[in-house]
């Protein structure tokens, strides 16, 4: 693409909607696809590559996270312009064209235009009638993620049954002005064949006794060939899975995998990152004496020098070890992993990245202590979001991480080097219910039928992989944590999407635990102005509570969202009970189940013959 035609796309769009494989338009209208990360770190200059110190600007350590991921480091994605050796270098992230099927924009024309490969620009291609032809709306993709154009030739020859070929026929459309898919067909002017209906050409459902995708195109015989336009890569052997035709910008084409993290100051992380930041700040001849020998105990004993001192050879030798190899002996399941944050959140913690302090339950009101056992005030964290790949069509559970990182290169063996992250800084109030008490309203409110079908449908859609099991307490909590930011609006001065959640949900016996942390971050290093930890305090947190409460009694598309939840669920794959997006859905970013697994009822029964947990609380 020319300079002139690139898109302006903020660093944390590039970690979720914008990420690799993803498709955007510029603003000349132009389809383009973000490149692998190959070539993320390569300026418009000679020689391409960023030299090592230019590149460690952008590193971001989080030993947690790079261990459960299995990578090096993290990188931020690069500015658009930086300074290495005083020279300003342009560092846009790489986009290549994409659809190359263009449509003539002469309604009496339409005729089908395939670009070249190499044809790169952002000019729309010209038809032979003299009209700008523009790229086509329609592309298609597999289950695997790989995307390719749509097969005009392969449908109208499965239709017709005739032989028509790319380069010895011409295509044009007919009734691309109609709303409709089934009014557009194409049609073959050289062997006059009749024009065939797109109908269908979205459709796709799971063979009930295989299990396997089986769309429209594959009973046509059209099936995946291996494509991957972001890495610009065919594979030789076809991948064979069934093909489905999407909107170019349409959702289900690209769902970015992404995984968090709250940084923890532990020790041997602590001092790590403190010598990151030194090491950062060495001088270019510095850091190239270090990075030009392979030679572990020269460079441990050339930084002792250096830094005089300053940190131990042992401490310089783990954080040596910590960029050029992953121990994956201490892997965590998900439960483990924020069962350790939790610990921190019920202690008295003042670190650079983290600032904890829990409050005593008796400074609130006295009805605080009947329905939860621990309040926090986060008055400083760091988190860390790492995108590790994408799917298309539905979110996978079938997938390892490496398989997903395996999308994002065009060579394999880089998957462990490093994966684009955002780390940003902000303020929290960490909420924790008492146990027993949770543990009792569950028996009740997990017999109910509605929770037994919201299970069944959740068993019926496995794209939310971190939930195994689904849970009365895991509804409860979220359905709170909602309430409780939906009501913080209000209070705080912050927007909904400025809010985030962050679940800590198990009812195993040794990692129990039943809370969320509401956070804000920002890309600012000093975080942010303190109005979640001033709501947090005592005297303003009881009343937001109360009125969190008191919201869920009410919905303004009741009787309608409540019944549709008491019959069983409502909601993408009825994942939802009573909830909709007037009562307890927010923005997609504050939200870690994708506003699924919701139900007022949960935490205010007033509505229903079930019990909220809550129940009483504002008689």
């Keep these: 693409m020319r300079n002139d035609s690139k898109v302006k796309t903020r660093k944390g769009q590039l970690i979720h909607t914008f990420g690799v494989g993803a498709m955007q338009t510029n603003k000349d209208g132009v389809a383009m696809i973000t490149c692998g990360l190959d070539h993320w770190f390569e300026a418009e200059s000679i020689p391409p590559m960023l030299d090592k110190s230019s590149i460690q600007k952008f590193e971001r350590v989080d030993e947690r996270l790079q261990k459960k991921l ?3 480091s993290f990188r931020l994605p690069p500015d658009f312009k930086i300074v290495e050796d005083g020279i300003v270098k342009r560092v846009p992230i790489p986009a ?7 449509v003539c924009s002469n309604l009496s024309c339409q005729m089908l235009l395939r670009g070249l490969k190499e044809e790169n620009d952002d ?8 009209a700008p032809a523009y790229q086509s709306r329609f592309v298609t993709t597999c289950p695997d993620g790989h995307l390719d154009d749509f097969p005009w030739f392969a449908w109208l020859n499965s239709q017709t049954g005739g032989e028509c070929i790319e380069g010895k026929c011409k295509l044009k459309l007919a009734g691309t002005g109609s709303s409709s898919v089934a009014d557009i067909k194409v049609k073959c002017t050289v062997c006059n064949t009749r024009g065939v209906s797109l109908r269908g050409i979205f459709q796709s459902e799971n063979d009930p006794e295989t299990g396997h995708l089986v769309s429209t195109l594959s009973n046509a015989g059209i099936s995946c060939k291996s494509n991957s336009p972001w890495i610009a890569e065919k594979k030789e052997n076809s991948c064979n899975k069934a093909m489905v035709a999407a909107l170019r910008q349409s959702t289900n084409v690209y769902f970015s ?3 968090s993290s709250i940084y923890l100051p532990l ?3 602590a001092s790590l990152e403190d010598i990151a930041d030194s090491f950062a700040e060495l001088t270019d001849l510095q850091k190239a004496k270090v990075n030009g020998n392979d030679d572990l105990n020269y460079k441990v004993d050339l930084l002792s020098m250096i830094f005089n001192g300053q940190y131990t050879e042992n401490k310089i030798r783990q954080y040596l070890k910590s960029l050029e190899q992953n121990d994956d002996d201490n892997a965590q399941s998900e439960d483990e992993y924020r069962f350790q944050e939790r610990k921190f ?3 008295n913690v003042s670190e650079r990245t983290l600032s904890v302090k829990p409050q005593d339950l008796n400074i609130y009101n006295d009805w605080i202590s009947d329905y939860f056992k621990y309040i926090a005030l986060v008055d400083k964290l760091t988190v860390t979001q790492a995108m590790y790949g994408f799917d298309r069509l539905t979110p996978s559970t079938s997938k390892s991480v490496d398989d997903y990182k395996k999308m994002l290169w065009k060579d394999e063996r880089n998957i462990s080097e490093w994966l684009p992250a955002a780390q940003s800084h902000g303020e929290g109030i960490y909420i924790e219910f008492d146990d027993k008490k949770i543990e009792e309203w569950s028996k009740e409110y997990g017999a109910s039928s509605s929770f037994a079908n919201l299970v069944r449908n959740k068993e019926q859609n496995t794209y939310l992989d971190n939930i195994e099991t689904l849970t009365p307490a895991l509804m409860l909590v979220h359905s709170f944590s909602h309430l409780l930011m939906n009501r913080l609006v209000y209070e705080s001065g912050y927007s909904s999407a400025a809010l985030r959640e962050r ?6 016996d040794d990692k129990k635990m039943y809370g969320v942390l509401i956070y804000t971050a920002s890309g600012d290093t000093e975080g942010s102005l303190g109005g979640l930890v001033r709501i947090g305090k005592s005297g303003k947190l009881e009343q937001i509570i109360k009125k969190a409460v008191l919201d869920a ?5 009741d009787p309608i969202c409540f019944e549709s939840g008491d019959s069983g669920g409502q909601g993408p794959n009825g994942l939802n009970l009573a909830a909709c997006h007037n009562c307890l859905l927010l923005p997609e970013t504050s939200c870690e189940l994708f506003n699924t697994f919701l139900d007022r009822v949960a935490v205010n029964g007033d509505i229903s013959p079930l019990r909220g947990f809550f129940d009483g609380l504002n008689k």
Excluded: N
């Design 70 to 72: 299995g990578v090096k």
């Design 96 to 102: 290549k064209k994409f659809p190359l099927w263009h």
């Design 123 to 130: 000019k729309p291609k010209k038809c032979e009638c003299g």
């Design 257 to 259: 995998k992404t995984d």
């Design 267 to 269: 020790d041997s992380q």
């Design 345 to 347: 959140f019920l202690k």
């Design 503 to 508: 679940l800590y949900v198990s009812d195993k």
């Design 553 to 557: 009694q009410w919905c303004s598309s």
